[in-house]
Structure formats: C-alpha cells, structure tokens
C-alpha cells in the first residue's frame, strides 16, 4: 500500500512539472510571437514613414491625411448626437400620438409637458450648423489633399509608386467617407424633417381634444347656472324697463354670422343681449327670468369669447325678420338682433 502511495506521489510530481513545463513552454511562444510582431510593426512604421513622408509633398500630404483622421471623429461624433436627436423625437412622436389615440377612446394618460419648442428648434439648428461646418471643413481638407497630390504627380513623381499610390487610395477613401457620411446627414435631416410634421399634427390634435374637453366642461357649466337662475329667480313684483337691463356690446342691424359654435343648432337666433363677462351676463338672464321670460337661453361663441343671449330661434331668415320687425314692446327686446349659426 505505501508503495502505490509512494508511486501516485511521484505521479503527481511528473505531471506537474510537465504542466509547468508546458506553461513556460507557451509563455515563451507567446513573448516570442509578440516580440515578432513588435518588430513587424516597427518595420511596417518605417516602410509607411518611408512611403508617406518620402518627400517634402508627401510629408504635408502626410500632415493634412492625419487631419482628416481628427476631422473625421468630430464629424461621425455630430452625427451621432444627430441621430440621438431623431431617436429622442421619434420618441416623443410615439408617446404624444398614443396620448391622443387613448384619449379619442376615452381612456385618460397623464400627458407629458410641453418642450420648448424654440429652444429645442436653437439647439438642433446649432447641431445642424456645426456638423455642417465639420463636413465643409473635411471635405476642403480632402481638396486640399488631393491638389497636393496632382502637384506632386505634375512635378514628375511616378504614379505608380507606392506614395503616390497610397495617397491616391487614401483619396478615394475619404471621398468615399464623405459620400456616406453626407447620406447619412441627409437621411437624418428628412426623417426629422417628417417626425416634426407628424409631430405639428399630434401637437394640434391635443390642443385641439384639450379645447373640446374645455368648452364640454364650460357648457356644462353654463348650462347648470343657467338652469339654477331659472329655478331660484322669482318674478318680479314690479314692471321692468329696458333702464334696468344692460344689453352689453352694440350689434349690428344686418344678420351677423357666427361659424364653428358649439353646442347649438344651425338656424337664425332673436339675440338680446351680448356679454363678456360672465356676472353681466348672469345679470341680465336674472332680470329676463324676473320679467317671465322662462325660454331664455344663450350660447357662447369661443371665435370672440363672448355670450350670446336669446329666447327665440328659426330656421329661415324671412321668420327672423319678421320677428325682429315685430318684437314688440318687452323691456329686454330693446337692443334685439338677428344672428345666423352655420
């Protein structure tokens, strides 16, 4: 038994030396391979010196090559921040788009705020301008560069050697660059172009639900006070006269027309009385109430913010005329006119 122990012992002792051997044995192909390709590099470095800075031309041929390499990081860093800002709209286009979508269902989200347009529109504009000026200033680099290289070839340099056919492969190289780096700010510039379109429209489509939920919400408002002036109003004990009424803004002895009003019919409306201010005009419904004129009603016109008060309605103008040239001697009938909704 010892001696299987003893045996398994100096098993394990072999195998580790061979694994250590075999560890070293790598480590020294890898330090070999690496001093190789250290010494690789060091001989492509003085091959690419030799042939990019073979004479005086190449040398600021050299110089404006390595500009191009720093140019073109700040080019490739606008137009990344440029698509940030298309990822950014596109974005904000989904979720106002979806806001409205739900709200049209009755289905309520907590809209989000407004951005500064103006100063979102200052930012980008600076962004455009400075990418602009990154890809004029590259692409004159690259002109620059390539009149050095048609200078070198007039001054007698063969075109087939390895500078000049360097140069010439590095120029065809920018240029490709630039061609793609000038699609991509285009694309970019088209689809910002299209979100802020569909983004005006979305922007519009709030604004508008917001004023429909608004004027909803005012109607019903109107309605309420005046169905509450009706029922608490008591009839007055004594006559009125038009002094005590205050008719509010003059209006005109043609037939005015009012568009877009929401809330009531198409027809020819006996107006009575027009109000901005919304205590005139509980005023004024108050005392037609308490002169017993219960079919009082009013509308409100959002185009010029202001209340229309009526009692009497038509559907053709030949009855409102008639009414108007007949309206009689009632106290609130003094400043009567006739308005047409369409």
Known sequence: MAEAAAA?????????????????????????????????????EEVNIEITQKDALAKSMYALTEETKESKEEQDALLIRLNEVVITKEKDLKDLKEENDLSEQGIYLEPKPFKSISAENRALEALKSDLEKAMSSRNQTIVELENLYNQRIKKGSNKNDATSQYYLETIQTLRAEQVESERTRANLVSTLETINIATEIERKRRIKRALYDNEKDRYNKDMATLERIKNTTPISSEPLTAEDFNFGEEQSSNVQILKDVQNVDNGYYMIIAVHENINDRDTFLEKVVSAGESKVNFFYDVNTSKYFIYYEKFDYVEEAMRALQTKGDKPYNGKMSVVKIE
């Open 8 to 44: 398994q012992a100096q098993a394990d002792e072999e195998a580790r030396l061979a694994e250590e051997a075999a560890a070293q044995a790598q480590a020294d192909e890898e330090a070999r391979l690496a001093a190789e390709a250290a010494a690789q590099a060091q001989a492509d």
